[in-house]
């Protein structure tokens, strides 16, 4: 039995639902009436759907609960606003909140099913590019887990992030048609649907008493439906809500097409209000210019405040009071439209005066930031922004002349400073700066690790941190121990369970009372022989997804994440080239065998990242059918990096490489799951590695690089890359190994645009950082060889990593950020 597994106290009246007997008889039930099938006919998606039901049906009860005790005791609702969430598989999660999963595996079992094989039937839902998708779902179960009411507004996407596959070692994309076969998580509220406006122009009226307003007259309405889906807390009877919105066409929009005779014209408008929740944006791609990904900002930022809205007036509350029953959160600043919407309808529709509008909308906001990468802020061309919300940009006119006032104030007579700092970018063709209106229609704006928050200060936000200095925190992130280690390390939970109990998985920081097991042989040996096994699952996905064979006791070193040149696949890629290129030229030499894995999409456009992609591919392909170096080193890139694969990753690596150049990476949260999971890090020290090391200690951490401060004062001299490669023989080697073509079939031209970049320009500095890469890993190679010092290592990882947990972070929000406190759910 795993930690999962492991009973719950549950009430009386719930736990009769739970029994095997009903487990099994709701499961047939909704075999036979909700799949309309029989257990001799069903196909395998039949089976999990059923299985699906018969646990959503079980979380139902709380959920209504839920909702009733928030509504009743007007509780502060933190409203988790994000473009993305990227939530993983529910069947295996929702089990192991109720503490079910044994008497379903039995009761499957005793159906003559396998659990396992039902969990593997569920088709993720991918609506998130990486990072910052995933955090949102981390943070959801969080908030449910610490029983503090939440709400993640989002978009229900048809199509989520593009399916990778790898040909002839290229990226190719294709469609994720996630719900193709239904999703059984979901509940549609068809009556809680609100209309939202797009386009059109505004005209100032005065009304009946007199007063001066302004009525905006759109192109199109489109109707936001929204999808809940149930979040349960681990152990505990509080269930929230996700609620993704879909956009259709607005019934009154097609009749009054319809009745002009246009019925083809009233189809074809149908079509195009749906388009707006079609597909997700892969990230990176120049987010400018793209009408259709405004149109979805605003689209669910404005359905989630009308629902926000509906929700003050059915718990009997005035607008007035909105800051008291919401603290929205703006996951980056893709809904910071969020602003100036509220503001619209608080003026607008509920008569509100601006300055009253202003306090409650600056009481209601904060906001996140997740990158330093100037090219990633976002920034609407003004004219485009006008074409599609016209009376919003006159709004964000009168914040900034307000905001702009006030600053000229601030800093008397620096009128380039009013200039950055403006809401409107007039240094060419006009934009409006999605960030600034964030950073102004927030009462707090964070970093995510404290680098990263420190250099917000410092450059990115520098003038806004100059006004307002006391807005300004840091919240590093962090990750749910539940889905992290307990759903995808069940064999080490079991193991630290038996040790310390199943306190851990609620509260992370009691992890650290495995330390003391470090130094025990028995508690090592055990330690080691569940990486083993890990190592054993992945290396038979490994073989089921590329056919490479890998051997199970050569050192996992992993890189799983987005393909990004900040993020250096490629610093890596030279170095296995190198180990090549030294174990061609000294056949005998002794090195630590090595399994190089790699994982991550590169955004569809990014063309750089793409050929990242194919040097990793090609290389390992000429070392991995070169009988000289193939039992020493071999090279994998798992195609179409998911949730779902993560979860069999992270348990089974050994070394986790997090090498992104100093200053480039506002935190990373893989390089938390890896340390949870009993990982080493090789890190720079940048983003939450800092914390990492700090936590875990520098002895058990491979730091190697550059820090920001000598990143920042590299460039100011002048960096030239080719300083680097005259002083490094084999690097030099390498690079004119790849160059002549040798891993691509003798075309030299293909990695051109990649090699000639890092020898004229190197913007995220891989020659600098090279040889310390290169040193470092032969530090690693060396530490590898000792097996018990390892294993020490790895479970002083895992002990120290307590500040990781999503849990600690959500903690730090509510007092710090939310004012939002736990409110138990009071059972009906
Ligand atoms: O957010 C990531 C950062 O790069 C990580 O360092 C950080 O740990 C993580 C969570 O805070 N950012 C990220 O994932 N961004 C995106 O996915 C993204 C999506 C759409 C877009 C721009 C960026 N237009």
């Known amino acids: 039995m795993s930690a999962a597994d492991s009973s719950v106290a549950h009430p009386e009246h719930d736990r009769s639902s739970l029994s095997r007997e009903s487990l099994k008889r709701a499961f047939l039930d909704h075999l036979l009436y909700t799949q309309g099938k029989s257990l001799e006919i069903a196909s395998k998606n039949d089976l999990y759907q059923s299985l699906a039901h018969t646990v959503r049906d079980r979380l139902v009860r709380s959920w209504f609960d839920t909702s009733a005790t928030h509504q009743k005791r007007n509780a502060r609702t933190v409203a988790y606003l994000s473009a993305e969430f990227l939530m993983g598989p529910y069947l295996g999660n929702n089990l192991l909140s109720l503490g079910i999963s044994h008497e379903i595996r039995l009761a499957m079992s005793e159906l003559g099913l396998d659990l396992d094989e039902l969990l593997r039937q569920e088709e993720e839902p991918g609506l998130g590019n990486g990072g910052l998708g995933r955090l949102a779902a981390c943070f959801i179960d969080s908030l449910a887990t610490l029983e503090v009411p939440a709400i993640g507004y989002g978009i229900r996407y048809e199509y989520g992030i593009f399916y990778q596959t790898i040909m002839d070692g290229w990226q190719v994309e294709n469609t994720d048609a996630w719900l193709r076969y239904g999703n059984p998580w979901e509940i549609q509220h068809a009556e809680w649907a609100v209309q939202v406006k797009l386009g059109g122009h505004t005209e100032q009226y005065t009304d009946d008493s007199g007063r001066f307003r302004v009525r905006w007259v759109p192109e199109k309405t489109v109707a936001g439906v929204p999808f809940d889906s149930p979040i349960p807390g681990y152990r505990v009877d509080t269930t929230n809500t996700l609620r993704l919105w879909r956009a259709e066409a607005t019934e009154a929009f097609d009749f009054h097409t319809f009745n002009r005779g246009d019925y083809l014209g009233a189809v074809n408008k149908k079509v195009t209000s749906e388009n707006l929740t079609k597909v997700l944006y892969p990230n990176d791609e120049s987010v400018q210019g793209k009408e259709l990904r405004l149109e979805q900002q605003y689209f669910f930022v404005s359905c989630s405040l009308q629902d926000m809205l509906r929700l003050q007036q059915h718990r009997g509350q005035p607008v007035t009071s909105f800051h008291k029953s919401f603290a929205i959160q703006l996951n980056d600043t893709h809904p910071s439209i969020g602003v100036a919407e509220l503001m619209r309808l608080l003026i607008d529709e509920h008569l509100v005066p601006w300055d009253r509008a202003w306090d409650i909308t600056r009481q209601t906001f904060s906001y996140t930031n997740h990158t330093l990468l100037p090219e990633a802020l976002e920034r609407w061309p003004l004219e485009l922004f006008r074409r599609v919300l016209p009376r919003h940009l006159e709004i964000i006119f009168e914040i900034n002349a307000?905001?702009?006032?006030?600053?000229?104030?601030?800093?008397?007579?620096?009128?380039?400073?009013?200039?950055?700092?403006?809401?409107?970018?007039?240094?060419?063709?006009?934009?409006?700066?999605?960030?600034?209106?964030?950073?102004?229609?927030?009462?707090?704006?964070?970093?995510?690790?404290?680098?990263?928050?420190?250099?917000?200060?410092?450059?990115?936000?520098?003038?806004?941190?100059?006004?307002?200095?006391?807005?300004?925190?840091?919240?590093?992130?962090?990750?749910?121990?539940?889905?992290?280690?307990?759903?995808?390390?069940?064999?080490?939970?079991?193991?630290?369970?038996?040790?310390?109990?199943?306190?851990?998985?609620?509260?992370?920081?009691?992890?650290?009372?495995?330390?003391?097991?470090?130094?025990?042989?028995?508690?090592?040996?055990?330690?080691?022989?569940?990486?083993?096994?890990?190592?054993?699952?992945?290396?038979?996905?490994?073989?089921?997804?590329?056919?490479?064979?890998?051997?199970?006791?050569?050192?996992?070193?992993?890189?799983?994440?987005?393909?990004?040149?900040?993020?250096?696949?490629?610093?890596?890629?030279?170095?296995?080239?190198?180990?090549?290129?030294?174990?061609?030229?000294?056949?005998?030499?002794?090195?630590?065998?090595?399994?190089?894995?790699?994982?991550?999409?590169?955004?569809?456009?990014?063309?750089?990242?793409?050929?990242?992609?194919?040097?990793?591919?090609?290389?390992?392909?000429?070392?991995?059918?070169?009988?000289?170096?193939?039992?020493?080193?071999?090279?994998?890139?798992?195609?179409?990096?998911?949730?779902?694969?993560?979860?069999?990753?992270?348990?089974?690596?050994?070394?986790?490489?997090?090498?992104?150049?100093?200053?480039?990476e506002a935190s990373g949260t893989g390089n938390m799951k890896f340390a949870m999971n009993g990982a080493l890090t090789i890190g720079t020290m940048d983003g939450a590695n800092i914390e990492i090391r700090d936590e875990v200690g520098e002895d058990v951490f491979f730091l190697f690089g550059l820090t920001a401060e000598e990143v920042y004062a590299l460039?100011?001299?002048?960096?030239?890359?080719?300083?680097?490669?005259?002083?490094?023989?084999?690097?030099?080697?390498?690079?004119?190994?790849?160059?002549?073509?040798?891993?691509?079939?003798?075309?030299?031209?293909?990695?051109?645009?990649?090699?000639?970049?890092?020898?004229?320009?190197?913007?995220?500095?891989?020659?600098?950082?090279?040889?310390?890469?290169?040193?470092?890993?032969?530090?690693?190679?060396?530490?590898?060889?000792?097996?018990?010092?390892?294993?020490?290592?790895?479970?002083?990882?895992?002990?120290?990593?307590?500040?990781?947990?999503s849990d600690r972070a959500i903690g730090e929000y509510c007092d710090r950020i939310w004012k939002a406190r736990a409110v138990p759910v009071e059972k009906r």
């Not at 056919?547 to 900040?566: A, L, N, T």
């Not at 090609?618 to 193939?630: F, K, S, T």
């Not at 080719?722 to 031209?749: C, P």
């Open 402 to 664: 307000r905001f702009l006032n006030e600053a000229r104030i601030h800093f008397f007579g620096d009128e380039t400073r009013i200039a950055r700092l403006s809401l409107i970018d007039e240094s060419g063709e006009r934009y409006v700066r999605m960030a600034h209106l964030a950073c102004v229609g927030s009462h707090a704006i964070n970093g995510v690790a404290d680098l990263h928050s420190e250099l917000l200060k410092r450059d990115l936000l520098k003038d806004f941190y100059a006004m307002w200095p006391d807005k300004f925190t840091s919240m590093t992130n962090g990750v749910t121990p539940r889905r992290w280690v307990a759903l995808s390390n069940p064999r080490m939970g079991k193991l630290v369970t038996r040790c310390i109990g199943d306190g851990w998985i609620k509260d992370w920081s009691r992890i650290r009372e495995i330390e003391p097991y470090a130094d025990d042989a028995a508690f090592a040996a055990e330690w080691r022989a569940i990486k083993r096994a890990n190592k054993i699952d992945l290396a038979s996905l490994l073989l089921r997804k590329t056919g490479i064979k890998v051997d199970p006791d050569s050192m996992f070193d992993v890189q799983v994440k987005r393909i990004h040149e900040y993020k250096r696949q490629h610093l890596s890629a030279l170095h296995i080239a190198a180990l090549y290129h030294r174990v061609k030229s000294q056949r005998n030499l002794d090195i630590t065998p090595r399994t190089f894995i790699f994982g991550g999409k590169a955004a569809p456009g990014y063309m750089r990242a793409k050929l990242m992609i194919k040097l990793i591919t090609a290389i390992g392909d000429v070392i991995n059918h070169d009988p000289d170096v193939r039992d020493r080193i071999k090279v994998v890139f798992i195609p179409n990096f998911s949730v779902t694969v993560g979860q069999c990753v992270y348990p089974a690596a050994e070394l986790s490489e997090q090498i992104s150049l100093a200053g480039k």
């Open 715 to 805: 460039r100011r001299e002048g960096y030239r890359p080719m300083d680097f490669l005259r002083r490094d023989g084999e690097l030099h080697a390498v690079i004119e190994l790849i160059r002549s073509g040798f891993f691509s079939r003798g075309d030299s031209a293909l990695f051109a645009p990649l090699i000639d970049d890092l020898l004229n320009h190197d913007p995220y500095m891989l020659l600098a950082d090279y040889d310390s890469y290169a040193a470092c890993h032969s530090r690693v190679d060396q530490a590898y060889r000792d097996t018990q010092a390892w294993t020490r290592m790895s479970i002083l990882n895992t002990a120290r990593s307590g500040k990781f947990s």
